[in-house]
T-cell receptor, first 115, second 112 residues
């Protein structure tokens, strides 16, 4: 079974600075999908960014980008120009193809944004 | 907004009582999921459905059952609630080009 590891339980960043959240995963598959979700205090799970393993280009969504290193099985999330509204739990998730789209989640990183 | 609602949003119940949580979607998605979220564990899959009357177990299915009699509704039942089932429960649908999931607002369940 695939596992997803987020080794940073908590991170802190100053407003307007850049922060990188780490995610590693274990798989023997060559094609798969990776996601980052944000969970603010409202508890709602919000999709931040998605990446297909076959695509070499790193995904970007506005201030959010990923550094996808397939050989290293690493999928880190970079948040640029951090804002107070970025404070949340962030979860990395893995999906195998053809598995009813089931997701395996990491344990999360709590991001604090300070003034 | 993926059109997913969950009811109730909060519930307190006693050990040994049955509990049913409801997930409702408005966009006719085939796949639906139930997760539980606990500190230090992230989200873990309880059960999922790939169509009406078609369901399967996830990694933490013991003590839970599900039913899907209509495309739009997916029910999660705790036959006899235990304190270890105190958690936040999320329903999700799979609706994106990469199979990404979209989540309901969650239900906080407390078993006393």
């Amino acid at each position: 079974a695939q596992t997803v590891t987020q080794s940073q339980p908590e991170m802190s960043v100053q407003e307007a600075e850049t922060v990188t959240l780490s995610c590693t995963y274990d798989t023997s598959e060559s094609d798969y999908y990776l996601f980052w979700y944000k969970q603010p205090p409202s508890r709602q799970m919000i999709l931040v960014i998605r990446q297909e393993a076959y695509k070499q280009q790193n995904a970007t969504e506005n201030r959010f980008s990923v550094n996808f290193q397939k050989a290293a099985k690493s999928f880190s999330l970079k948040i640029s120009d951090s804002q107070l509204g970025d404070a949340a739990m962030y979860f990395c998730a893995y999906r195998s193809p053809g598995t009813a789209s089931k997701l395996t989640f990491g344990t999360g990183t709590r991001l604090q944004v300070t003034l | 907004d993926a059109g997913i609602t969950q009811s109730p949003r909060h519930k307190v119940t006693e050990t040994g009582t049955p509990v049913t949580l409801r997930c409702h979607q408005t966009e006719n998605h085939r796949y639906m999921y139930w997760y539980r979220q606990d500190p230090g564990h992230g989200l873990r899959l309880i059960h999922y459905s790939y169509g009406v009357k078609d369901t399967d177990k996830g990694e933490v299915s013991d003590g839970y059952s599900v039913s899907r009699s209509k495309t739009e509704d997916f029910l999660l039942t705790l036959e006899s609630a235990t304190s270890s089932q105190t958690s936040v429960y999320f329903c999700a649908i799979s609706g994106g080009p990469l199979g990404e999931q979209y989540f309901g607002p969650g239900t906080r369940l407390t078993v006393t």
